[in-house]
């Protein structure tokens, strides 16, 4: 494509150019990226919201520049689709790796940086640049959201490439988990507690060390993730590895399904859910106690699949 | 002791640099972008003061730099000068070993036209490819680096198209292009051999930064910049069998009274060389490095 308008002399452009190829010979689920036809140190790219968190999905778009110096200096990436993880249009770089930008190295790579940015999407931003800390509910209205159009940036020539690549993830990228028939045919208010209840049990899970500990394996799945993240960059040739992380975490059972309720709940937050999160977190440790008990009494394995 | 010596032979390296350090509100404020803005900076700075190579200077030049200070290290100094004739001084940026190593292997090629030796690095050098692959590095994030250090070695054998002049080798030298690229081989090279019998290098690097080897060679061997220790010589020098002599410019005295310059030679093991099995005795550097604490330059035997 760009080959004839580039310097092949350049090692920059070289090794961009090997990127590009690399790229496009294997295709990944999770993530596409292309450079602009005008100038290859400017890409666009879109990653896929990781499957078992709130952003499971949704589809991220993004800009990654590549410097003169590539791949000496590192690349810096902005998020374009609201997420609720990053802030938009502004540089995240590598703030995300937790590591200091001259130890960025060149045997890493765009797609090494993919994955770590998918991989980084779950991780508690603990306050770093560009990060930003929205509601799991939240997060989870704008993964829908962020599957009905792309964003809106740029020249035609861009726009062109982000929609091309936002068709292509739509068509690789199953849509945001629904909420299950049982629930969604029940539209009375009602029904609004028993989800608020679920969640709330869910939240409420962590702080409460026997729920955490009886409950979902997911507090362990969590650290696993992060900890693989931390390491992520730094693997000579990671990709392949952390995305099948991310991927096989999560699919320890279908008893997830149970454990994980809030994964189906689909109602962005709202003032009236604090009250019904006070009353839903009374019946959760009604509801766990109770459990805790058909535990103690021998009976638990009808509800806990065992655990 | 040794700290002071550092102090004085980096003093021009890194305290006289006069980049403004931008006022922050908030140290919340200064981020990533602001660090590599400062440190690019810094490093431009030095580059108009040394090239990354300078020019082939005679010993005195190094008394000149001493001539106010400690008395054993011009005592050495002049010992220095009854074996050596000259020094080649590098950027300290923290490449200087591998930009060294790299200008002085090349030269000897150059001088020596040494064919033998150059087919003898080819093979070692796709041993380390094989070790890189092995180790789940994907080719197109190393092969732009070998091939341009296969280019370098075949330019200075001369009688093809491609053959260089000694200035020619300079100039690429200073070339960052080529010069960083060259220097980036090297840490793949010491990176792979390091990760490939990590079992071997595990003590010495718990001893110099109690990481472990894969941590080490993520944060000390493949970033660009990081300085180099004994680890990374062996390393590098088992990987290409080629062996290096580093001659040690410290304070340290002995006690007979009689002032003397040590030097140390990393001889490859297990290499192909003809006499390795025998003894390292036999085998002398062709590469002669001059160590002060901190900094790496290169040396000329009478």
Redesign the interface.
């Known amino acids: 494509m760009a080959e004839d308008k580039y310097n092949l002399k350049?090692?920059a452009v070289?090794?961009i150019l090997?990127?590009v190829?690399?790229m496009q010979s294997n295709p990944s689920d999770d993530f596409m990226s292309l450079p602009l036809e005008e100038n290859i140190f400017d890409w666009q790219f879109a990653i896929r919201g990781p499957s078992e968190t709130e952003f499971e999905g949704g589809i991220y778009h993004g800009r990654i520049q590549l410097p003169a110096e590539y791949?000496?200096?590192p690349p810096s990436f902005m998020l374009l689709t609201p997420n609720g993880r990053f802030e938009t249009q502004t540089?995240i770089?590598?703030?995300i790796s937790n590591h200091?930008?001259?130890?960025?190295?060149?045997?890493?790579?765009v797609?090494t940086a993919l994955v770590a940015l998918i991989a980084f999407m779950p991780t508690n931003p603990n306050g770093a640049?560009g990060s930003v800390e929205y509601k799991k509910e939240e997060r989870r209205s704008l993964a829908i959201k962020s599957r009905a159009a792309a964003p809106r940036y740029g020249t035609t020539e861009r726009q062109k490439l982000i929609d091309e690549i936002h068709e292509c993830m739509l068509s690789k990228v199953p849509p945001v988990p629904q909420l299950s028939p049982s629930q969604d045919s029940k539209e009375h208010p009602s029904n609004r507690e028993g989800n608020v209840q679920v969640s709330s049990q869910n939240d409420g899970a962590t702080p409460a060390g026997e729920a955490a500990a009886e409950g979902s394996p997911n507090p362990a799945v969590g650290d696993r993730i992060v900890e693989e993240v931390q390491e992520a960059p730094?693997?000579?040739?990671p990709?392949p590895e952390v995305a099948r992380t991310l991927n096989a975490a999560p699919s320890s059972g279908s008893s997830q399904l149970l454990q994980r309720p809030e994964m189906k709940v689909q109602k962005p937050a709202d003032d009236r859910l604090f009250t019904w999160a006070a009353v839903g977190l009374t019946i959760a440790i009604m509801v766990l106690l109770f459990k805790k008990f058909m535990k103690s009494s021998g009976h638990g394995a009808v509800f806990m699949d065992g655990s | 002791m040794q700290n002071q010596d550092g102090v004085q032979v980096d003093g021009e390296v890194e305290s006289a640099t006069s980049v403004p350090i931008p006022e922050f509100d908030e140290w919340a404020n200064f981020g990533d972008q602001d660090i590599m803005q400062q440190h690019s900076a810094i490093r431009a700075e030095e580059a108009e003061k040394i090239p990354f190579l300078g020019d082939k200077e005679p010993l005195s030049s190094l008394a000149a730099e001493y001539q106010s200070g400690s008395a054993i290290l011009l005592e050495k100094i002049k010992v220095l000068g009854e074996q050596y004739a000259a020094i080649r001084r590098t950027r300290g940026d923290g490449n200087c070993f591998f930009r060294s190593f790299m200008f002085s292997y090349l030269e000897h090629i150059l001088e020596s036209q040494d064919q033998s030796e150059v087919d003898r690095i080819k093979a070692n050098v796709e041993q380390c490819r094989k070790t890189l692959q092995s180790l789940g590095y994907a080719d197109f994030t190393f092969e732009d680096f070998f091939a341009l250090f296969l280019e370098q070695l075949d330019s200075v054998l001369q009688g093809n198209e491609a053959s260089i002049s000694h200035d020619e080798l300079i100039l690429r030298s200073r070339d960052q292009s080529v010069s960083d690229y060259v220097v980036m081989f090297f840490r793949f090279v010491t990176s792979g051999e390091i990760r490939k019998r990590a079992e071997f290098f595990e003590p010495f690097i718990l001893g110099l930064t109690n990481a472990t080897v894969e941590q080490f060679c993520k944060s000390s061997v493949e970033p660009m910049g990081e300085e180099s220790d004994h680890v990374h010589i062996t390393a590098l020098s088992d990987a290409l069998g080629v062996p290096i002599r580093v001659v040690y410019l410290d304070r340290s005295s002995c006690d007979t009274g009689g002032v003397s310059v040590n030097h140390h030679d990393f001889i490859p093991a297990g290499s192909d060389l003809p006499n390795a099995s025998g003894g390292s005795e036999k085998v002398s550097p062709f590469i002669t490095l001059l160590y002060r604490p901190g900094h790496y330059d290169i040396l000329y035997p009478k």
Do not use: A, D, I, V
Request: glycine share 6%; aromatic share 10%.
């Open positions: 350049n090692p070289k090794r090997q990127e190829k690399e791949p000496f200096k540089k770089c590598l703030s200091h930008p001259e130890h960025w190295q060149p045997s890493w790579s797609r640049l730094l693997n000579g040739n990709g």
